[in-house]
């Protein structure tokens, strides 16, 4: 099937596909970030996506959740065509990311922080909140509660009425991911979520993975540069360099294949 | 219904309640006198025209110099109004309501119509808008001013005179408020895409244009009562007490309303990272739409209220220039504060308009373009956050969320239908 290893075993083709990207090509002015990348992703796969710096990572979920059109290609979830649409239709279809560098409402509570991504589904509207009605006091309640499940698990509970700029590192990486999770997705795309962490932080961050993996039911795509994390999570590995795909595979497969080891750590170490 | 006025909601009942007394007796015994009342309900009206600013830029992110557009558009819209209607003519009443709830019905069929198609274009949209608000309003001068005009007119005179004058006053007031957000809804589309510097340039434009138009409304525009460059008079004076404080508390309470609530937060999120915004499945230009909306209608609402305090309009009132009053003062108050907003509203108005023309030496105005600036310098130097920061007093702060307290109404709710 295209853009898979051929190794998997056949309890795990015979998922139902989620998420294709399909010869996925993309310029910047004349520079060639993105070239016929293809990843097929069926439900419940924990998937990583490994590179050097520079490889095209990033613009790939860019292009997945619409920050900017790709120059060719076709990205399909669930059967919808994700091409042209915008960022917010796409992750109210059931995509959800979080970013490189963390991007939260700094200024804002943990809470509200969370929240703000229920408000797509929030079940009420304008008129509601102006007349205060019953509707508005009801799922404003669900909502709040919602979120502050989220928070649990996410071990945030405590910090809800904090300032999120004033959160710990670590606790920032969680709150992004507990308001990716707020969008109710079903796709996953963190984006470096162990930038910066220290090796503790690291295991804690494994386990939370897996755990919201099969709590939420979800499929996850993960862009990282900590190998440890990403040998350990993920069911299967694409590499890419120079925009790209040069090996995808069991995390054992890729560790040993040649053509890795000189992307990271050039030709030499091949002797 | 009983259960919610206790506690807080009882207390701020009975506050406003009192506020207002106090406020029509002091206005009614002359302890106010009529300078001083000019004061107060000028420092409302720009207070109103300030929050809907606040909602824009301070909580909503936009950087926007259009206020005084919007300001000006309800002040002459209503005054308009009621100036056809002492004259014995309905067709202003006609035109302003029945054209604006026709071309808001055209306006809902075309986003039910374009809602089918993925990827309409943003001046598509835009075309399609401005052609439903030409229709309705083209409609309602041609069709419903002959048709309706004497109906409505023969109704209204039924009524007892102080009656007739109160219902025509109020729906001056919201034929006012809803063209400016007509207006502002259909100069958003296009605009709001831009991003915020080029928004403020925009909106600074709008304000130009308005003041132009203002200025030829006797030969530009088929409105010779405005009597273009030369003032509007004859203005019936019907701005009472009662109409400020109801317009006053109405905006703050749907503005805190709004604020305190998912589709506030949503606002909010767009001024603190739109990209996040948008990534985390927020419509970031429609809700940049929304508070200049909303926003704009404070500030038509604003200029009815104006109107027919001063009974007198100037296209000079709604320059440039003066569109940078409410800016100064959301910026004074503190950007994201309610309280803020009003506390600096009207510590301008009656510090600047009141207090110094009386006790300053004559001549002073001359030195207020002086003054003004060199304040909100000091002021970025001292205190860059505004006066209040985000400050806002209990009334309009949200309400902490704690699942106790929120299951707590709950079953009163609940106890409330059983009883």
Known sequence: MKGRPESLGPEVEQRPVVLTIDGLTHYFESLRAVHNFSVTLKQGELVGLIGPNGAGKTTVFNLVTGVYPPTEGGIHYNGVDLVSLPSHDIIQAGIARTFQNIRLFADLTVLDNVRIACHPHAGYGLVDSILRLRKFRQKEAEMTEESLELLAIFGLEDRQADIAGSLPYGLQRRLEIARALATNPRVLLLDEPAAGMNPQEIDQLMDLIHFIRDHFNLTIFLVEHRMRLVMNVCEWITVMDFGEIIARGTPEEVRNDPKVIEAYLGRQAIR | ?419
């Not at chain 2, 014995?88 to 604006?100: A, K, P």
């Not at chain 2, 808001?104 to 990827?119: A, H, I, K, T």
């Open chain 2, 1 to 419: 219904m009983l259960r919610r006025l206790q506690g807080r909601n009882g207390y701020l009942l009975v506050g406003l309640v009192l506020c207002f007394v106090l406020g029509q007796v002091l206005l009614s015994t002359g302890v106010i006198n009529n300078y001083w009342r000019g004061i107060i309900f000028w420092g409302a009206a720009i207070t109103m025209v300030s929050l809907g600013l606040n909602l824009i830029y301070g909580f909503n992110g936009q950087f926007s110099l259009g206020q005084y557009g919007f300001y000006a558009i309800g002040a002459y819209a209503s005054a308009d109004v009621t100036y056809r209607w002492v004259h014995n003519d309905s067709s202003g009443l006609v035109v302003v309501i029945g054209g604006s709830v026709l071309a808001l019905l055209l306006m809902w069929g075309v986003s039910v119509l374009l809602r089918r198609f993925y990827g309409v274009r943003t001046m598509t949209v835009f075309v399609f808008n401005v052609l439903a608000a030409v229709l309705g309003f083209g409609l309602s001068v041609s069709v419903l001013v002959p048709v309706l005009g004497p109906a409505v007119s023969t109704v209204l005179q039924a009524l007892p005179g102080v009656v007739t004058q109160q219902v025509v006053f109020f729906l001056a007031l919201v034929g006012g408020a809803v063209l400016a957000g007509i207006a502002s809804f259909l100069f958003g589309i296009p605009v709001l895409e831009l991003g915020s510097d080029y928004f403020g340039i925009a909106t600074l434009g709008f304000t130009i244009i308005i003041k132009v138009l203002l200025d030829n409304t006797d030969t530009l525009l088929p409105f010779p009562e405005m009597k273009g460059a030369r003032g509007m008079v004859g203005i019936p004076q019907w701005t009472t007490w009662p109409w400020v404080f109801l317009s006053f508390v109405f905006i703050l309470w749907v503005m805190r309303n709004i604020l305190h609530s998912s589709t506030g937060r949503a606002i909010i999120s767009v001024r603190e990272d739109e990209r996040a915004a948008e990534l985390v499945g927020i419509d970031v230009v429609s809700y940049k739409i929304l508070a200049f909306v909303v926003g704009s209608v404070f500030a038509g609402l604003a200029g009815g209220i104006r109107a027919h305090d001063l009974a007198f309009l100037h296209p000079q009132s709604f320059n440039f220039i003066q569109s940078f009053n409410p800016l100064i003062i959301v910026v004074f108050g503190g950007l994201g504060s309610m309280t803020g907003t009003v506390f600096a509203g009207f510590l301008w108005i009656v510090l600047l308009e009141g207090v110094l023309r009386l006790y300053l030496p004559a001549g002073f105005e001359t030195w207020r373009f002086v003054v003004y600036p060199l304040i909100l310098l000091l002021m970025m130097l001292l205190r860059p956050e505004g006066l209040m920061g985000r400050y806002e007093v209990p009334f309009l702060r949200s309400r902490k969320p704690s699942l106790q307290q929120d299951g707590g109404t709950e079953t009163a709710t609940a106890q409330e239908v059983a009883g």
